[in-house]
């Protein structure tokens, strides 16, 4: 590690308080991003083979292919993209070190595997997508470059008896807690972070991802989980002055502190009390799938997905998990989840949560403008009429400067009525297309239109986009 650290250490008065959200119900200072209408995953590109090399699931050129067809199935919606693996051999590879990005995923033109990043972060643009990366902070490897360093400095915290705190094992390789209190009093974290952002040029992106961001007490050292939670403080208010958002894994499971008002958005967003949700705005802090990690098993929390709405991880989509491989077929699947997730989470998002009734499945949850959510029927409604029912949806594209609706359905149905926002009253017809990843295709013009309301049928498993009639495309 050889960046300087900025002579006049101003990075050291960074306080490590807890922030008071409720005082103000805002971001400590504002994001970058509006994370609860903005479409945010991970892309998994490789993970080491075991044999000192990489097991390459995208490279840099076939994730601009991922994100410009991710960009047409979407509509165009903002979306963040953190790349899993990037460095080294991949995923969970030579932390703490992240000084080198993985040559594995080069394209051959270009003369470092760093330019090729640098390349899709800026042609992603081009597609409504920030491309930024998924670090640690938490693990180190005795196969880092930064190994002797950390143990020099007494940067990894340690058990009672002095033994190193192992926290797991990955890539079959254990993994130890970094003592987060000596790094930022070393000022070695200033320097990886300035490092870090220096060779992605991450202050360009505003955002990025730490997985497995926990506190842990280093007993042998005396220093409380809570300290380290002040030390996890100052980190992320140092990323945020250098204009970065910092998302993370979770909120609240393993913390003392879910962070909330410095940290927008998890991967797993473990809030399950409807309370919470009701109390704290989507603009304050959301995520993109409810776990339960009060629950043996860790379950999914359908229930709470459906009345608050969730995001999509997008991660298991693009891969096959079960064999290891890039999944072929994988268009459908996401489109599927983009239209009976993301565009609830977000129009919901868009919306005041004012109360729930009711408990178990009839409980129905009441949203600003005329808006519930009643998870017995699984439907949305808009002064009483339906938005969805089931996996029929009819949602308007929030994001577009145009008027434009999305509709799907999962299973297909013929000439179903559905009632049209009250700004479409005055719409008489319209114009339909078939969302596909080449873009849209007509399938027809001038459809009527009639007091409000409009009559559609749907195959199975497709999405369409729904303009007025006046709005045609170039």
């Not at 995001?311 to 489109?335: A, K, L, Q, Y």
Request: hydrophobic share 35%.
């Amino acid at each position: 590690m050889t960046n300087s650290i900025d002579s006049n250490e101003a990075w050291r008065s960074i306080s490590g308080d807890y922030y008071d959200w409720q005082v103000t119900m805002q971001p400590e200072s504002p994001y970058n991003f509006d994370y609860s209408q903005t479409l945010t995953m991970k892309l998994g590109m490789a993970i080491p083979d075991g044999k000192g090399g990489a097991k390459v699931f995208c490279t840099f050129e076939q994730a601009l292919r991922y994100i410009v067809d991710i960009d047409r199935l979407t509509r165009g919606i903002p979306k963040i993209i953190y790349l899993v693996g990037w460095q080294y051999n991949g995923h969970d590879d030579r932390y703490p070190a992240w000084d080198e990005v993985n040559v594995h995923l080069k394209r051959s033109q270009d003369p470092t595997a760093r330019d090729s990043y640098l390349w899709l972060a800026e042609e992603a643009k081009r597609y409504n997508t920030t491309v930024s990366v998924h670090v640690n902070m938490t693990d180190a490897y005795d196969n880092s470059p930064h190994w002797d360093i950390y143990m020099e400095h007494d940067l990894i915290s340690r058990n009672e008896d002095g033994s190193l705190l192992q926290i797991g094992n990955y890539n079959d390789m254990a993994a130890y807690q970094i003592f987060y209190k000596n790094e930022w009093e070393s000022g070695v974290i200033v320097k990886r972070i300035e490092m870090l952002i220096s060779l992605l040029e991450l202050d360009r992106a505003g955002t990025v991802h730490l997985d497995a961001y926990f506190p842990r007490a280093n007993v042998f050292r005396g220093v409380s989980q809570e300290e380290e939670s002040s030390y996890m403080r100052r980190t992320i208010r140092y990323f945020r002055e250098r204009g970065i958002d910092v998302t993370s894994e979770n909120f609240a499971h393993l913390r003392n502190d879910p962070f909330i008002g410095l940290q927008p958005w998890c991967w797993w967003f473990d809030q399950c009390d409807e309370r919470h949700f009701l109390e704290r705005p989507a603009k304050l802090l959301s995520g993109a799938a409810i776990r339960d990690y009060s629950i043996p098993g860790i379950p999914r929390r359908h229930d709470l997905e459906f009345l608050f709405g969730a995001g999509v991880h997008g991660e298991d989509v693009f891969w096959d998990p079960e064999n290891g491989v890039s999944r072929e077929d994988w268009h459908d699947i996401f489109m599927e989840q983009i239209c009976t997730r993301m565009l609830q989470y977000q129009y919901l998002n868009s919306h005041d949560r004012i109360r729930m009734e009711g408990e178990g499945d009839k409980r129905i949850v009441h949203y600003s403008g005329g808006h519930s959510v009643h998870l017995a029927d699984r439907s949305v409604r808009r002064d009483g009429k339906p938005m969805r029912e089931g996996d029929d949806v009819l949602f308007p594209a929030l994001w577009q400067e145009r008027p434009e609706l999305i509709a799907f359905s999962k299973t297909g149905y013929s000439r179903r009525l559905w009632s049209l926002p009250p700004d479409w009253n005055e719409v008489s017809a319209v114009d339909i297309y078939r969302i596909t990843s080449d873009g849209l295709t007509e399938v027809k013009l001038g459809h009527p239109a009639v007091g409000g309301q409009l009559e559609l049928s749907l195959p199975a498993g497709t999405a369409v986009s729904i303009f007025p009639s006046a709005h045609r495309l170039l």
